[in-house]
């Protein structure tokens, strides 16, 4: 069974933290993807790594940072949390041998910033 | 830049009533279309592509390049169908996802 595994299920941080979320996927895929959900936007791309040390940004970066030092693990860090990243944040991962390939994605982390 | 749009936020039918979830896109390209569905506290997960032209779970989707629409349907709902459904597209040569904003489906006994 392939496995996204999020490293929190619920998070609850004070603004102006720092904060780390973590993503871990058993696949070997090369690309992973950070995504945040929010009612009525649906999921918006905040980074994607298609390599390891290798990342691009997406819709909504501001505030996000992340980082890839093992192709397993892709991590989000909010350098200063605020109220408004207040949100579900999605990780996944897909493969990249060939097109329309399934992305699987992780439980979720819902983050609570206050 | 690819966008896609789902215009009904939610949709409410009778069990064994028929169902029509919208998704139409903008894209100059070739696009891959997916439909993913998350079911009450289980993750997001992949109900169908394009490409396949299969039916799953019920369900079908017809891209038509015309419209630049990728439609589901069910001919008849069940209470199991409940659920919050995106559509996706990637872009030709492009791994990245871009989804609608979603659509809750409830199917009321």
């Known amino acids: 069974d392939v496995k996204v595994t999020q490293s929190s299920r619920y998070l609850v941080k004070r603004t102006g933290e720092k904060v780390f979320l973590e993503c871990v996927q058993d696949?070997?895929?090369?690309?992973m993807f950070w995504y945040r959900q929010d009612p009525g936007l649906g999921l918006r791309l905040i980074y994607f790594s298609y390599d390891v040390k290798m990342k691009e940004k997406g819709d909504i970066p501001e505030g996000y940072s992340v980082s890839r030092e093992k192709k397993e693990r892709f991590s989000l860090i909010l350098e200063s949390a605020s109220t408004n990243q207040t949100s579900m944040y999605l990780c996944?991962?897909?493969?990249?041998?060939?097109?329309?390939?399934?992305?699987?994605f992780g439980q979720g982390t819902r983050l609570t910033v206050v | 830049a690819q966008r896609v749009t789902q215009p009904e936020k939610l949709l409410s039918v009778f069990k064994g009533a028929p169902v029509e979830l919208k998704c139409n896109y903008s894209y100059s390209g070739s696009p891959e279309l997916f439909w993913y569905v998350q079911y009450s506290r289980q993750r997001l997960q992949l109900l169908l592509r394009h490409i396949s032209r299969e039916s799953i779970k019920g369900f079908t989707a017809d891209l038509n390049k015309g419209e630049t629409s990728f439609h589901l349907k069910k001919p008849f709902a069940q209470e199991e169908d409940s659920a919050m459904y995106y559509c996706?597209?990637?872009?030709?040569?492009?791994?990245?996802?871009?989804f609608g904003a979603g659509t809750t489906v409830t199917v009321r006994a």
């Open positions: 996706a597209l990637s872009a030709s040569n492009d791994y990245k996802l871009s």
């Open positions: 696949m070997d895929h090369e690309n």
């Open positions: 996944a991962s897909r493969p990249q041998e060939r097109m329309n390939t399934e992305a699987f």
